[in-house]
């Protein structure tokens, strides 16, 4: 069983001031009541504001909204980076998110131990990753090329090793920020289906994504963001409707 | 490491009039111990800034990016203890009991080496000018703490190396090593340090923690 509970929440970003990062300035200021230099202070953003929402079992969200919305900060949010300034987040089960695949990989290791070490970083003891190394390596089609150091790896082979090290996992929540994928035409067709065996393991799934395709595509719940606050929350075609008006778009 | 050792134990060792047996063995270990000491307090300002990536892109626990950078330390070091090894099969200096000191002594240090760890990286992430600070603290602190020159030449007792932690840190690794019983008043002021180190830094950790994300 898994769920996800947002409740009021609001988070604020600290933007510190260039003079503000400095011991010297601060203690310069304290010492002199701040006659000598001058604070720059520290500023408030709001990055998300008194968001609501609940997930449950077989829900699948898709985050919508402009450049700076606050898509990626909620999804920050929902995998515990930032913590909210104000209100809760619940959760209910292993959360898994691939925001950023290539994470965590050391060039001069080889393909064979980057998977390990991602592995275990991503939370599996030895023996899990023990039983998945074979299918991993098959799945990359990198042969050889596993026994060489990451380095010497065309960027398209790194994100597909990271690719099959990510989609071989099990999660309850699966968070991503626009759709991963990779390859070239062939691989890609192999990809896709992978990626929807991984999709579909998860119980709840929150996509960001820029894309109406993906969203209709993977999506059966929508949420539509402006400005850091919830606009719309509801069925796909609906909050995408919205999304189009000139409501939401001025 | 080595070059360093063998170049300044030979000319130091006729500065201070002493013979290179009872000069370099000395010299070769406290350096050992004190370049561990150094690396991990230089990479401490930078250490949550450079593993920004980590911190920004996955819930972690910062904890891990200090003991993993200590961990990495320890093993350096212990890459670089084979050359020392060389040096006293050298000078014919075979470990005695004393050496079973080395391991409660080092734990102990690694233990103050992982609050000021975690203590400054927490700092370094906020004030971005303490790296540059600390890289010169360092520097100062290597002369004034007896490594290329043995505490007794500033008698027994000097507030030298009764004000200096480095001296302590140093007596609980380095005096085993030579097969010396560290004195008592390292263990106190050691243990002491240690104590009141990880209280404060662990208070600073739950405090800031959350927010050491919007710094980095």
Known sequence: MASIAVENVTLHFPIIGVGDRSVKNTILNFATGGKITKNSGTMLVTGLQDISFCLQNGDRLGLIGHNGAGKSTLLKVLAGIYHPTQGAVTVQGRILSTLNITLGFEQEATGYENIILKGRLLGLNAKEIESKVDEIAEFTELG??????????????????AFAVMTALESDILLMDEV?????????????????????????????????????????????????????????????????SDEYQN | MAIFIIALGAVYSQLFKMSAEEYLPSLAAGYLFWTMFATVICES??????????????????????????????????????FIASVFIYFQIWPQWQILFLIPGLVLVILNLFWIMLLIGILGARYRDLAPIIM??????????????????????????????????????????????????????????????????????????????YWI
């Open chain 1, 144 to 161: 050889k090329y596993l026994n060489l150091p990451v380095r010497v790896y065309s960027s398209g082979m790194l994100i597909r090793l």
């Open chain 1, 180 to 244: 991963i994928g990779t390859g070239d035409a062939r691989f890609i067709h192999k990809a896709e289906k992978r990626l929807n065996e991984f999709m579909n393991k998860a119980k709840i799934m929150v996509i960001a994504s820029h894309s109406e395709a993906v969203i209709k595509e993977f999506c059966n719940r929508a949420l539509l963001l402006k400005n850091g606050t919830l606009f719309a929350f509801g069925e796909v075609d609906e909050i995408l409707s919205i999304y189009q």
């Open chain 2, 45 to 82: 300002p930078t250490i949550f800034i450079d593993n920004a990536a980590y911190i920004k892109d996955m819930k972690i626990n910062l904890l891990i990016l200090v003991v993993r950078a200590i961990s990495r330390n320890i093993i350096i070091f212990l890459h670089n203890a084979i």
């Open chain 2, 136 to 213: 010169s603290l360092v520097q100062v602190l290597f002369f004034i703490s007896p490594i290329t020159w043995l505490p007794k030449l500033v008698g027994e007792n000097s507030w030298v190396i009764r004000l200096n932690p480095i001296a302590y840190f140093l007596d609980l690794t380095r005096s085993p090593a030579l097969n010396e019983t560290p004195m008592m008043s390292s263990w106190i002021v050691s243990s002491m340090i240690c104590a009141l180190g990880l209280t404060t830094a662990f208070f600073l950790y739950a405090y800031k923690r959350e927010r050491i994300v």
